[in-house]
C-alpha cells in the first residue's frame, strides 16, 4: 500500500472516531436531560392543566374533546425543562401519558400567539385563592393565555401551576400591585425584577375578589372602576350556634354591651390555647403520655402552634419514631383536640371592674374594626393576645383550627370572620353554624369618618381605635373585581393584528360567579383531598355552563400555516421568468459580442448592467419565496446592489460620453481611462455596501408573522391562518425611503444627462433609448413608493409579492428597451423596423485616435470631403496657403455630417463609429495657433483636428 492510501485510511479512522464520539456524547446529553427531568418531576398532578389531568384519562371517550387533552400554556414561572415544545402533536401526547397521577405531569406548551401574560392577585384567604385558581384555567387552558398569581412576598406561591403545589397565605395583598401594572409603559409585570426581601415589588393586572373601596386608585386612574364579582360578602362578629340558643342575647351588640353583662361574658368566653400552651401550662405531665385532649407533644414549631390538629394536617416524621403510633395509619384522628382556659384576664372576682372575654380578632394588617368597637360600644371582650397585651391577632389558619376546637370541646367562641368563606359553608346545618353577630348600622358618618389604611398594628392604642364614629358595623356589599388600568390599551394596541388580540381583557371582564356557585366550591373544598382537586372537580363539572361562558366569541384561536398563496406563486414564477431572460439576454450579448452594436456598447459595459439586473432579479425571487430572516436580508443586499450596479454604470457611461463631445467642440485633448470608470463604479457600490451593512445591523428585515381569520372550527377552536413576510425589526420604513430615494437620485441624474446628449452625433447618441429606459425605471420607483406608503393598510405577504412583481417587470422592461434593440441589428448595421438604432456606444475602452479609416458605413462623398480634409488640415503651418481650401473643406464636410445625420435620425440609421475595445481616446488641440477669425469658424462648424 502506498503512503497516499495509508493517509486516506488513517483519515477514514479519525472521522469514525470522531463520529462515534459525537453520536456517544449526544446520547448521553440526551439520557442526562431525561433523567434530569425525571428527577424534577413537579409534585403538583395539576402541573399541566386541571383539564388536561381529567380529560387525558378519558381519552377513549370519543365524546372527549381533543382541545382539552393537550398541557396548557407555558408562563413565566415555568422551568425550561418542562416545557413541551412538541405539545402541538397529540401523537406525542398520547405517547407520553399515563393514567397515574404522578406521571400525567408533560410539562405545557408554548403560547399559539405571543399574548401578554396575565398575573391575577389573589388574597391570602381561600376564597380569592379558589377564583384566581379559576381565572387561571380558563385564562391558560381554554383560551391559551400565559397566567400566573401575584402572592405578594418572594418566595411564596399560591399558582395553582406551582410545580409543588404550595398555597402561601403569609402575606396579604391589595390594589397596589395594579397600580405598579398600569405604571409599566408595556404592562408587563415579567419586566419586574424579582428580588428578595423588601425590594420585591408585586405587580398584577387583576384582582378577582377584593373588599372594600379603592376609590383612590380609581381617582388617581391607576385601576378601572370596580366590576361586581356576581356575590355578596360581609364581614362581622360570629358566634358558634349552640352559643345563641344558650345565650340569645349575646349574637347583638346591644346584649353585649350591657354592664351586668361583664361577668357572663368573661365566663362564657375562655382563651384558645395552643398545643404548645397546652402541654406545658395545662397538661399534669406535659403530654408525655395521651390523655383525652392531646396523644402527644408537639415535634415542631409548625405544630406548636396550632390550635386543633389531626393527623392529615400534621407533618408525619420518619417512620422509625411513628412506628408503634397506629393512629397514624387514621388520617382523621385528632392528635390535638383544642383547649379553652379561664386566665386572670376573666377572674370576675380578681378584676370585677375590668375582667373581659375572648373575642379573636383577625391577624394584625388585616383591615378589622374590633378594637374600635369594643372599646366605643363598651363591649367587655378583649382581642388582643400579642407580647404584653398587643394587638397580633391570630394567623387565618389557627382563627379555623379555632372553630373546629370550639366544635369539638363544645366550648363558646366569637371571632371575627366573614363570608363567603368555606370554613361558614363547612358548619352550615351544624351545631357549631355561625352565626352573625349584629353590630351598630353602618352609617355615611361612620363610613366617612373610617380610615381604609388605619393601622391597626399600631403601639398607640388611641391609633388603633380612631374615633367614636367609625364604631360601626360593616356592610353588606358586593365584592368587586379589580382590573388595572392600561390593560385593554396594551392589549389593543395598534401595532398587534386583529386576529392576534389577546382575549385576556374581555375574559377578565366576564369573570363571575354566583353565590350559590360559590357555595358549591366550598362544599367541595371540605370533601375533596386537596383544595386544587376542589376547583379543578368543579372547573370540570361546570366547563359549559359556567367557565365557557366567560370566553369571547372567535375564541380560542388556533393557528395553521397557510400553503402558498396564488399570488405568491404568480410573483415567484414572474420572477423566475425575469431572472431567465436576463440570463438568456447575456448568452445572447456574449454570442453577438463581434456584431457591430454590441461592439460599439462594449460587451463588458453591457455585462456590469446585466449583472445588475440579474442581482435584482435574484432579489425579487427571494422576496417572493417563503420569508426567513436569511431570504429577508439577502433580497434586501441583491436588490440594492443590483440596482445600483445597473443604473449608475448608466450615468457614467452618458457622462463620459458628453465630456468627449464638449472636449471635441473645444478641440483639447481629453483621456478616459477603463480603470477609471471601472473604479468609480466600485467606489459607489462600496458605498452602497456600508448603507446596507448600518441596515442589516441596525434595524435589519426579519421574518414577520401575519395571520387571517378563517371559517374553519376544529374541536372548539376557531382556525387563524399564518404566513409570513419581510419587514424591518422597527415600524419605521427611513431606510427603505433612503434606499428608494437613491435610486431616484441615480434616475435623475441619468435623465439629465440624456437630456444633454440629444445633439450628439448619431454615433454616439442614445438619448432617446436612455430616455425610455429611465422612464421605465422611474414608474417602477413611484410604484415602490405607492407600495410602501400601503405598508399599514395593506397586508405585509401582498406588499412583498407586489413588490417582487415590480422588481421583475421592471427588469424584464430594462432588457426589451435597452439590450434586445442591439441584438436585433444585423452585421452590415441595418436595424430592424422597430425604429430603435441600437447605436448606442459605450466608453468603456475607446482607445486609438479618430481617422477616417475607423468610419465605416459612409457615403463616396463623405469619404471625399473627409479625404481633402485630412490632405489640407486647417491649422498646418505648412498649408498656411491653403486656408481657403480647408475652410472649404472643413464647411462641407460639417454640411454633409449634419446633412447625414438628420437624415440618419429621421430613418433611424447613420454612419457607425468602429471603435475598439481597448486603449484610450484622445481628442487634442492641434499643435498650431490659428488666427482667432479661422478658429472661430472651425468650432462653429465643429471640425475636429484628427490624426490618421
Known sequence: MTIHGLQQLLLLLVSLLGVTVVISATEDHTNNQQTQRQEEIPSNPYYSGCLYHYYSQQQEDENVTQYYVRPRVCNSNDPPSFQDNDSNNDDNHNQNTSTSNTTLVVGCRPPEFPYLEIRVASGNWDSATMLGWLTQIVLSELVGVPSTMESGMYGSSRDF?????????????????????????????????????????????????????????????????????????????????????????????????????????????????????????????????????????????????????????????????????????????????????????????????????????????????????????????????????????????????????ANHTKSHLMMQ?????????????????????????????????????????????????????????????????????????????????????????????????????????????????????????????????????????????????????????????????????????????????????????????????????????????LLSAPASDGTCLSSLWFINVGYTLEIFPLILKVAAINRMMEAARELRRVTIRRSVLYNTVAAVTLLVIVYLACWSAINPPSQTSEYSMTDEVINEEVIVGRSYYCSNSSDSNVWSFVAVAWNATLLLAASVLAFQTRNVIQAFNESRTLAFLIYSHFIFVMARISIIFLSDHVQGSILNFSMSLVYSIDQVAACCIYFFPKLLVTQNGETSSD??????????????????????????????????????????????????????????????????????????????????????????????????????????????????
Open 417 to 621: 370572620w366573614w363570608q363567603p368563606e368555606p370554613l361558614y359553608q363547612e358548619f352550615l346545618d351544624t351545631d357549631a353554624e355561625m352565626q352573625r353577630v349584629t353590630l351598630k348600622p353602618y352609617t355615611r358618618e361612620c363610613s366617612i369618618a373610617r380610615s381604609y389604611w388605619k393601622d391597626e398594628c399600631s403601639d398607640d392604642f388611641a391609633t388603633r381605635v380612631g374615633s367614636p364614629e367609625e364604631a360601626c358595623g360593616d356592610p353588606v356589599e358586593p365584592l368587586r373585581k379589580l382590573i388595572n388600568v392600561g390593560l385593554y390599551e396594551v392589549l389593543n394596541a395598534p401595532d398587534i393584528p386583529e386576529e392576534a388580540l389577546s382575549p385576556a381583557y374581555d375574559v377578565l371582564r366576564f369573570f363571575s360567579i354566583s353565590e350559590i356557585q360559590l357555595g358549591e366550591l366550598f362544599d367541595l373544598w371540605k370533601s375533596e383531598p386537596t383544595p386544587r382537586d376542589a376547583v379543578c372537580k368543579w372547573a370540570v363539572e361546570n366547563l359549559d355552563t359556567v367557565l365557557k361562558t366567560m370566553i369571547p366569541p372567535t375564541y380560542p384561536r388556533v393557528i395553521k400555516e397557510e400553503s402558498a398563496s396564488s399570488f405568491g406563486l404568480a410573483s415567484m414564477i414572474v420572477a423566475l421568468i425575469a431572472t431567465l431572460i436576463v440570463v438568456l439576454t447575456g448568452g445572447l450579448v456574449y454570442r453577438n459580442r463581434q456584431l457591430p452594436a454590441i461592439r460599439y456598447a462594449q460587451p463588458d459595459f453591457l455585462f456590469l448592467l446585466l449583472v445588475g439586473s440579474f442581482f435584482v432579479g435574484l432579489g425579487a425571487t
Open 835 to 948: 425604429g430603435f438604432s441600437g447605436d448606442i456606444s459605450s466608453y468603456f475602452g475607446i482607445g486609438r485616435r479618430f481617422s477616417t479609416g475607423m468610419i465605416e458605413g459612409i457615403s463616396t462623398r463623405q469619404r471625399s470631403i473627409l479625404n481633402r480634409f485630412r490632405s489640407h488640415p486647417p491649422c498646418s503651418p505648412k498649408n498656411s496657403s491653403e486656408n481657403g481650401v480647408a475652410q472649404h473643406s472643413g464647411q462641407e464636410l460639417t454640411s454633409e455630417i449634419s446633412r447625414t445625420s438628420d437624415n440618419a435620425g429621421a430613418s433611424g440609421s447613420g454612419p457607425m463609429l468602429n471603435v475598439p475595445s481597448s486603449g484610450e481616446l484622445h481628442i487634442e488641440k492641434s499643435s498650431a495657433k490659428p488666427s482667432s477669425k479661422r478658429l472661430e469658424s472651425i468650432r462653429d462648424s465643429e471640425t475636429v483636428d484628427a490624426y490618421g
Open 161 to 405: 401551576y406551582d410545580v409543588h403545589g404550595a398555597i402561601d397565605y403569609d402575606t396579604g395583598i391589595s390594589d397596589q400591585p395594579l397600580i405598579t401594572a398600569s405604571e409599566l409603559p408595556d404592562g408587563d409585570c415579567r419586566s419586574i425584577p424579582k428580588l428578595p426581601g423588601e425590594e420585591y415589588i408585586p405587580c398584577a393586572h387583576f384582582m378577582p375578589e377584593f373588599w372594600g373601596e379603592p376609590e383612590t386608585s380609581i381617582t388617581d386612574q391607576k385601576v378601572e372602576p370596580a366590576q361586581s364579582t356576581g356575590f355578596l360578602g360581609h364581614e362581622t362578629w360570629y358566634v358558634t350556634k349552640f352559643t345563641a340558643h344558650e345565650y340569645p342575647q349575646l349574637v347583638s351588640y346591644h346584649g353585649l354591651q350591657k354592664q351586668e353583662n361583664r361577668e357572663l361574658l368573661a365566663s362564657t368566653f375562655r382563651r384558645p390555647t395552643t398545643w404548645k400552651q397546652y402541654c406545658e401550662e395545662v397538661s399534669v405531665n406535659n403530654c408525655t403520655t395521651p390523655d383525652e385532649t392531646a396523644l402527644r407533644a408537639p415535634r415542631n414549631e409548625y405544630e406548636a402552634e396550632k390550635m386543633f390538629a389531626k393527623v392529615k394536617d400534621i407533618v408525619v416524621l420518619d417512620d422509625d419514631e411513628n412506628e408503634n403510633e397506629e393512629y397514624y395509619n387514621h388520617k382523621d384522628v385528632i392528635v390535638y383536640g383544642g383547649h379553652f382556659r379561664y386566665t386572670d384576664k376573666n377572674n370576675c372576682t380578681l378584676w370585677p371592674t375590668n375582667c373581659t372575654g375572648h373575642i379573636a380578632n383577625y391577624p394584625c394588617g388585616w383591615r378589622s374594626n374590633m378594637e374600635t368597637q369594643l372599646y366605643y360600644l363598651n363591649i367587655s371582650l378583649d382581642s388582643n393576645n400579642g407580647p404584653n397585651g398587643g394587638p397580633n391577632g391570630y394567623t387565618e389558619s389557627q382563627l379555623k383550627e379555632m372553630w373546629h376546637a
